[in-house]
């Protein structure tokens, strides 16, 4: 037995290294160095700290955060703030992420620690990080609506950036590797190996977060270097926010004809730093440099969606509120305010049917995209199922 856990590990702990640079920081050959050193590798020594339920954040100085870890940003000075006007969105402000604004010192961010737990959960994993691009593995399914059928060859302007406000639920899932999410997405590459993306929203996903709870995220991948992650799993993310620690679970969700917790979301391509700024509950987070991109100087594709994946043989999770959209968004999980633009500053809003088409691949789901709603809601979509046995 004890066998087989060192061998997976080991297995586990080699693939690590293909794909995630704050490890390979480490040198190769060191990787029996243990989990303690490398953990005092990855959290970085705090100013301040303080201990919230069951986790602890730690105020580390912006200037020398995880990201600085990837060697293509040791040059890299940072942006504090993007060049461009962040859209202010209404969500219904029930949702409370992150610690007191003031609570971490001028000059740093606040960093959940990481601790033994997630390291082996996250070398267990490693191997999934780009995964999140194969739209075709068995057990994964969607439910959104696209932005894909732009004439690109027209006007010659690319999508920069994408907004909603999207409803949480905490839906429970059978098993760890089960996940079930709601994101918006921008994404460029013609095929499936030279796929860049980039994706916030939330996520039910124990395997990754640790538990069951329902976690806001934000994830890259770069397929055709093998490279991405979620949250700060792998260097790559600056953060410039003072008071959102990534990776702590939102709280407080919807439910079924009651509460509506709901989240705003948005991500913009900088027109003067390239960087891809990653925007929450009208905060800016912060960004991924371009640099760390093979291919997203701008998107191709793009959207809404809601998102499940399951293991072989096991039936899918529920989606967004785990019922069909029936029109009610007090019972369905909406995406509202939905809007995007081009790299040409032109904001694309209403979202025709022009350049964009609802995406459903089976009967588990479904997605309701309703146009024009109201002054509150603006664009809408409901969208989600019950899941089941719903096919590869
Ligand atoms: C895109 O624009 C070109 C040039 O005007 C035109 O020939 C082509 O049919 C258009 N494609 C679509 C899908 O509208
Ligand atoms: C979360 O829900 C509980 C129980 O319904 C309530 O007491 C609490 O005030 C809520 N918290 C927030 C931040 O809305
Ligand atoms: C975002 O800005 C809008 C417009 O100013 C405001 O109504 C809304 O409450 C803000 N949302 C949050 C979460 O602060």
């Not at 704050?22 to 990787?31: C, D, L, V």
């Not at 969500?91 to 620690?113: M, V």
């Not at 999410?181 to 124990?206: C, F, R």
Request: charged share 20%; hydrophobic share 35%; net charge negative.
């Amino acid at each position: 037995m004890m066998i087989i856990v060192f061998l997976c590990l080991y297995l586990a702990i080699n693939n690590y290294y293909t794909v995630d640079g704050r490890i390979t920081s480490i040198s190769q050959n060191q990787e029996d160095l243990d989990l303690e050193t490398q953990l005092k590798l990855i959290n970085k020594p705090p100013l301040k700290s303080i201990q919230v339920d069951g986790y602890i954040v730690d105020c580390i100085d912006i200037n020398k955060q995880p990201a600085f870890d990837n060697p293509l940003l040791k040059n890299h000075k940072i942006q504090l703030k993007p060049s461009f006007e962040v859209t202010s969105m209404k969500s219904t402000g029930l949702l409370s992420i992150g610690i007191e604004e003031d609570f971490c010192p001028e000059g740093t961010i606040p960093i959940r620690r990481t601790t033994k737990d997630d390291l082996i959960r996250a070398k267990q994993l490693s191997h999934t990080n780009a995964d999140i691009l194969n739209k075709d593995i068995p057990g994964r399914h969607y439910a959104g609506l696209n932005l894909y059928k732009l004439n690109l060859s027209v006007d010659g302007s690319r999508y920069a950036g994408i907004r909603g406000v999207i409803a949480v639920y905490n839906l429970q899932v059978q098993n760890p590797d089960q996940i079930t999410s709601a994101y918006i997405y921008l994404q460029n590459g013609k095929s499936v190996n030279d796929k860049n993306v980039i994706m916030t929203g939330w996520e039910v996903h124990p395997s990754v977060f640790g538990d069951g709870q329902t976690y806001f995220f934000t994830r890259w991948a770069d397929k055709s270097q093998n490279k991405g992650c979620t949250n700060l799993i792998c260097p790559g993310f600056i953060q410039t926010d003072k008071s959102i620690p990534l990776g702590t679970p939102v709280g407080n969700a919807s439910t079924y004809d009651g509460e509506q917790y709901d989240m705003s979301v948005q991500i913009s391509h900088d027109p003067e730093t390239k960087n891809w700024w990653v925007i929450l509950q009208n905060k800016t987070l912060g960004y991924y440099p371009e640099i760390l991109f093979s291919n997203l100087a701008f998107a191709n594709v793009g959207g809404w969606t809601g998102m499940t994946s399951t293991p072989r043989g096991i039936p899918s999770p529920p989606m967004g509120s785990g019922h069909f959209p029936a029109n009610n968004l007090k019972r369905a999980c909406y995406i509202i305010q939905m809007g995007f633009h081009l790299d040409t500053g032109e904001d694309l809003v209403p979202i025709k049917y022009e350049y964009a088409g609802p995406s459903i691949d089976s009967d588990c789901y479904e997605v309701d995209y309703e146009g024009y709603n109201d002054e509150v809601q603006q664009y809408a979509m409901l969208f989600g199922g019950p899941g089941g046995n719903c096919g590869e």
